[in-house]
């Protein structure tokens, strides 16, 4: 593709920063490749071809999906060593037998007797084994068989003497960090995580079930890890290929680390509420994030003379906000409400100086939920010093 100005693109547009993305990426494999853990990214966040390209470094080879949907995108696209890192919904159990008989590797996530039921219901072709990971929950309190619940050990066991179906690893996901601010608070669920997964490994040893590998990761735990990470199999993070705006909050990164945007124009001046409208609205960005920022559901990217993004806190941030001009802080303006297609934008005091933003001018909004917002896009358009290089296609469905 011949590179296009920015300004050029149609609005609202999904931006990617590749040097930002290439640079997330590396920092993540080569802190991993340090402590001698395989990272097995996720790709959930991006669902492209080209980002999964970049976090794989090339291999296209072991990586982590959420839906079937992704894992046979992947497939389709030479990938392999896929881990299906969701509870194995009996109703995908056909699909996920198709692609374990067509790739070398593919694994499924378990967490009940019924879905293993399912799997022993259907013998693999080809000499192939169902790779199976027991889904544990560490505390995260979403999906997995309690830790702690003698059911966790009987289902393993279960896993381990059936036929044609192996116990390959254990996965504990720690969402549990998203509540987290700071890296302190962030490593303590890291370390309890690490612990409760290793202490279950150690009752698995003893009940003579030794091999199989085990696996944690978020992108709060694996930007931050305890030393002890360094005896599991794998980590799993997705999101810090992106970033956003709750991972620079938790304190995953800083904001300056964020490798999206999406790019809306000002269309509408309303001086007698104070407003402007932006061709922002929720199909663009979500309303993931509820709108709690200081500056709304986004936040607007700054003027540099104003303050270093990268210097700003969680706490500094309800002080200071991003406008694309160097006015008063009292006017920073904050996205306070999307329909599906709109979004209002107003000052948190003051009036509105409206020659700052023309119709027709351009905003660039850091997401609060990088996932969620790249979600709501068919086409990203990936910038490489200040230029559109690239667009790449996400796959979608389950
Ligand atoms: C099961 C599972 N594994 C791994 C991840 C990746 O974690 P993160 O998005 O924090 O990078 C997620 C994210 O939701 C997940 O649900």
């Known amino acids: 593709m011949l590179s296009k100005r920015v300004g050029d693109l149609c609005t609202p547009a999904f931006l990617v920063d590749l040097e930002k993305v290439k640079q997330n990426a590396r920092v993540m494999q ?32 072991c990586i982590t999906v959420s839906t079937v949907a992704e894992a046979t995108f992947y497939a389709d696209h030479g990938f392999d060593d896929i881990l299906y890192a969701y509870p194995l919904p009996l109703d995908k159990v056909e699909r996920c037998a198709q692609l374990s008989e067509r790739l070398s590797l593919f694994h499924v996530l378990v967490d009940s007797t019924a ?113 002890d990470m360094a005896v599991l199999s794998e980590v799993h993070p997705g999101n810090y290929v992106f970033y956003d705006v709750q991972q620079s909050l938790i304190g995953s990164c800083s904001l300056d680390d964020v490798a999206v945007r999406v790019l809306t124009r000002v269309i509408g ?51 200071y906000w991003y406008v694309p001009f160097p006015i008063s802080p009292l006017h920073f303006p904050r996205l306070v409400s999307m329909t599906q297609e709109h979004g209002r934008v107003e000052p948190v005091s003051g009036n509105l100086d409206y020659s700052k933003f023309p119709l027709g001018s351009a905003l660039s909004l850091i997401p609060y939920h990088a996932c969620a917002t790249a979600a709501m896009h068919p086409v990203y358009f990936v910038l490489s010093e200040g230029a559109v290089v690239d667009t790449w296609k996400p796959t979608r469905g389950w």
């Open 30 to 61: 080569e802190r991993f490749q340090k402590m001698g853990v395989q990272l097995r990214p996720h790709m959930k966040t991006h669902k492209t071809v080209e980002c999964g390209d970049i976090m794989t470094g090339g291999s296209r080879c």
């Open 115 to 227: 879905a293993l039921h399912a799997l022993r219901q259907r013998p693999l072709q080809g000499g192939k084994i169902w790779r199976v990971w027991l889904k544990l929950d560490c505390d995260n309190g979403r999906a997995g068989v309690l830790y702690s619940e003698p059911l966790a050990l009987l289902l393993a066991k279960d896993i381990w003497q059936s036929e044609r179906v192996e116990l390959t690893g254990v996965y504990a996901h720690c969402g549990n960090t998203y509540h987290c601010s700071g890296v302190e608070q962030i490593q303590a669920i890291a370390q309890q995580t690490t612990t409760l997964i290793l202490q279950f490994m150690e009752k698995l040893k003893d009940a003579g079930i030794d091999g199989p590998k085990c696996s944690i990761g978020s992108t709060p735990s694996c930007s931050h890890p305890v030393p």
């Open 269 to 319: 001046h309303y001086p007698h509420r104070n407003q402007l409208l932006v061709d922002c609205g929720w199909t663009a960005l979500s309303l993931d994030g509820h709108g709690r920022l200081p500056s709304g559901y986004a936040v607007i990217e700054g003027h540099p003379d104003l303050r270093s993004e990268s210097q700003l806190s969680a706490s500094s941030l309800l002080i």
